[in-house]
C-alpha cells in the first residue's frame, strides 16, 4: 500500500518506539513509556481490527491458580518460583485494578471454585489447602485463601460435581470493557494504535529497526517492543512460545441462573463463569493439544461438543438453555510458566508467553519491558 505524503509525515515520520500488539501487554508497555518520557512519540500497531490474540477474547478470569495448578508447579518447578509467580500475578491483578478502576472493568469478586468429579484428584488436593494457605497468605493479605466449599455444589446447581475447593481471593472481569478502557487511556495521551498492520518482519541493524508489512508498507523506527504472545514465534522463530488457542462458548439468557463465579475443572482445561446471567464455558484444548497449537482462529466439532455435553451433563443439568455465541482466542505458552521480557537485538525488545495468566500479570510485564526499553535510550 502506497501512503500519502500526509499519512507519512502524520504517522509515520519521527518514530521513538513502535509496539507491536495492542493487548494489555503492549498498551500497559505503551502508557508506562509515554509517563515516563512524555515527549516520546510512539506507534501501537495491531494486525487486526481489534486486538488479535487472547486479550478481549478470553474468559475474564482475574486468577492467579488454582489448588491443582499450583500443585502440579510445585511438580516442576521449585517452591520458591512458583510462588513468587503467585505474587507476581496477585501484584498484576492489583495493578489492573489501580490503573483502570474496578467499576470500569466490572470486576466482582465472587470467589474461584475448582470442582473435582473424582475424589482421588479431590483428596490430594484438600490434603494440601493447608500448605497452600501457608505460602499464599502473606502473599494475599487474609487468612484462609483456599476452602473446601462442598456445600455450595447443590446450591450452583450441579451434578456429577463430588467436591469444590473455592480461592476465596479468584474474581472476573469484563475483559472487553478492560480493553476498551486501555485504549482510550492510550489515545488520550496521545498515543497513535494503527490497526490493520500486520507485520511481517523487523529488522535490526544497529542504528534504527525496519518494520515491513504484509501490505509492503514500511517504517522505520528507534526501537520496537514486540508483544503478540500467541503470534511471539512469527517474528520470534528461535523463542519457546507457543500458540495455543482456546475455543469458547456463550449462552443466551438463562432464567434463575444458580452459579455465580469463577469455576475451574480437570486440571484448568475447562473453565466456566457467570456473566450476568448467560454461562460463559471454554476450553478442552487438551482433546487434542496438536489441533489446538494453532495461530488459526476457529472451532472444532471435537471441542465443541465436549464443551456442549459438558454444559447439559454437569454445569446446566436442569436448566434449559441455548448457545447464543461461539469464538477462539490464542494464548501464548511454553516449557515455563515465567514469561519471556528481553532484548533481542540491541533496539528490540520482546514481552511475550503469558501462560494463560494475562489478565494477572499484563499490567506487570508491560511494565517491565517499558522499563528496559527506557534505560536502552
Same mark, same amino acid.
Given at each position: 500500500?502506497?501512503?500519502?505524503?500526509?499519512?507519512?509525515?502524520?504517522?509515520?515520520?519521527?518514530?521513538?518506539?513502535?509496539?507491536?500488539?495492542?493487548?494489555?501487554?503492549?498498551?500497559?508497555?505503551?502508557?508506562? *513509556?509515554?509517563?515516563?518520557?512524555?515527549?516520546?512519540?510512539? $506507534?501501537?500497531?495491531?494486525?487486526? #481490527?481489534?486486538?488479535?490474540?487472547? @486479550?478481549?477474547?478470553?474468559?475474564?478470569?482475574?486468577?492467579?491458580?488454582? &489448588? +491443582?495448578?499450583?500443585?502440579?508447579?510445585l511438580k516442576n518447578t521449585s517452591e520458591n518460583e512458583t510462588f513468587s509467580? =503467585?505474587?507476581?500475578?496477585?501484584?498484576?491483578?492489583?495493578?489492573?485494578?489501580?490503573?483502570?478502576?474496578?467499576?470500569?472493568?466490572?470486576?466482582?469478586?465472587?470467589?474461584?471454585?475448582?470442582?473435582?468429579?473424582?475424589?482421588?484428584?479431590?483428596?490430594?488436593?484438600?490434603?494440601?489447602? &493447608?500448605?497452600?494457605?501457608?505460602?499464599?497468605? %502473606?502473599?494475599?493479605?487474609?487468612?484462609?485463601?483456599?476452602?473446601? &466449599?462442598?456445600?455450595?455444589?447443590?446450591?450452583?446447581?450441579?451434578?456429577?460435581?463430588?467436591?469444590?475447593? =473455592?480461592?476465596?481471593?479468584?474474581?472476573?472481569?469484563?475483559?472487553?470493557?478492560?480493553?476498551? &478502557?486501555?485504549? @482510550?487511556?492510550?489515545?488520550?495521551?496521545?498515543?497513535?494504535?494503527?490497526?490493520?498492520? !500486520?507485520?511481517?518482519?523487523?529488522?535490526? !541493524?544497529?542504528?534504527?529497526?525496519?518494520?515491513?508489512?504484509s501490505d509492503h508498507s514500511v517504517l522505520k523506527c528507534k526501537r520496537v517492543?514486540?508483544?503478540?504472545?500467541?503470534?511471539?514465534? /512469527?517474528?520470534?522463530?528461535?523463542?519457546?512460545?507457543?500458540?495455543?488457542?482456546? /475455543?469458547?462458548?456463550?449462552?443466551?439468557?438463562?432464567?434463575?441462573?444458580? *452459579?455465580?463465579?469463577?469455576?475451574?475443572?480437570?486440571?484448568?482445561?475447562?473453565?466456566?463463569?457467570?456473566?450476568?446471567?448467560?454461562?460463559?464455558?471454554?476450553?478442552?484444548?487438551?482433546? !487434542?493439544?496438536?489441533?489446538?497449537?494453532?495461530?488459526?482462529?476457529?472451532?472444532?466439532? $471435537?471441542?465443541?461438543?465436549?464443551?456442549?455435553? *459438558?454444559?447439559?451433563? #454437569?454445569? *446446566? %443439568?436442569?436448566?434449559?438453555?441455548?448457545? !447464543?455465541?461461539?469464538?477462539?482466542?490464542? #494464548?501464548?505458552?511454553? %516449557?515455563?510458566?515465567?514469561?519471556?521480557?528481553?532484548?533481542? @537485538?540491541?533496539? =528490540?525488545?520482546?514481552?511475550?508467553?503469558?501462560?494463560g495468566m494475562g489478565v494477572a500479570i499484563g499490567s506487570l510485564v508491560g511494565?517491565?519491558?517499558? /522499563?528496559?526499553? +527506557?534505560?536502552?535510550?
Amino acid at each position: 500500500m502506497s501512503l500519502s505524503y500526509w499519512e507519512q509525515t502524520t504517522y509515520f515520520n519521527d518514530i521513538d518506539v513502535a509496539i507491536i500488539g495492542s493487548g494489555i501487554v503492549g498498551l500497559n508497555a505503551a502508557l508506562t *513509556l509515554k509517563k515516563k518520557h512524555s515527549n516520546l512519540k510512539i $506507534l501501537v500497531l495491531e494486525r487486526g #481490527m481489534l486486538p488479535s490474540g487472547a @486479550s478481549s477474547k478470553n474468559a475474564g478470569f482475574a486468577c492467579f491458580g488454582s &489448588a +491443582s495448578e499450583l500443585l502440579t508447579d510445585l511438580k516442576n518447578t521449585s517452591e520458591n518460583e512458583t510462588f513468587s509467580l =503467585v505474587e507476581k500475578r496477585w501484584k498484576g491483578l492489583l495493578r489492573l485494578r489501580k490503573n483502570l478502576g474496578d467499576k470500569t472493568i466490572d470486576f466482582h469478586n465472587w470467589g474461584g471454585y475448582e470442582v473435582f468429579d473424582s475424589n482421588k484428584q479431590y483428596d490430594f488436593c484438600e490434603s494440601k489447602i &493447608a500448605y497452600l494457605n501457608k505460602h499464599t497468605s %502473606p502473599i494475599i493479605g487474609k487468612k484462609n485463601v483456599y476452602q473446601n &466449599a462442598d456445600s455450595k455444589i447443590k446450591s450452583f446447581g450441579f451434578k456429577q460435581v463430588k467436591h469444590m475447593i =473455592v480461592n476465596t481471593a479468584e474474581a472476573q472481569i469484563d475483559t472487553g470493557k478492560m480493553i476498551s &478502557a486501555l485504549i @482510550s487511556k492510550v489515545r488520550k495521551l496521545g498515543i497513535e494504535v494503527i490497526n490493520g498492520f !500486520d507485520v511481517k518482519s523487523v529488522e535490526d !541493524d544497529g542504528k534504527s529497526v525496519t518494520i515491513s508489512a504484509s501490505d509492503h508498507s514500511v517504517l522505520k523506527c528507534k526501537r520496537v517492543i514486540i508483544a503478540t504472545n500467541g503470534f511471539a514465534k /512469527q517474528l520470534l522463530p528461535g523463542y519457546a512460545v507457543e500458540p495455543a488457542r482456546a /475455543q469458547v462458548l456463550i449462552t443466551q439468557p438463562i432464567k434463575n441462573l444458580k *452459579l455465580k463465579g469463577t469455576f475451574h475443572f480437570d486440571n484448568g482445561y475447562y473453565y466456566f463463569r457467570n456473566i450476568n446471567n448467560r454461562v460463559l464455558f471454554g476450553g478442552g484444548r487438551n482433546l !487434542d493439544l496438536k489441533t489446538e497449537e494453532t495461530t488459526e482462529f476457529g472451532l472444532t466439532q $471435537l471441542v465443541q461438543n465436549k464443551l456442549e455435553s *459438558l454444559l447439559s451433563t #454437569m454445569i *446446566l %443439568p436442569n436448566s434449559k438453555h441455548t448457545i !447464543d455465541m461461539r469464538w477462539s482466542g490464542i #494464548m501464548g505458552v511454553g %516449557p515455563q510458566k515465567k514469561s519471556i521480557v528481553r532484548a533481542t @537485538s540491541n533496539n =528490540v525488545f520482546c514481552a511475550v508467553r503469558l501462560g494463560g495468566m494475562g489478565v494477572a500479570i499484563g499490567s506487570l510485564v508491560g511494565e517491565e519491558v517499558a /522499563q528496559m526499553v +527506557s534505560e536502552s535510550m
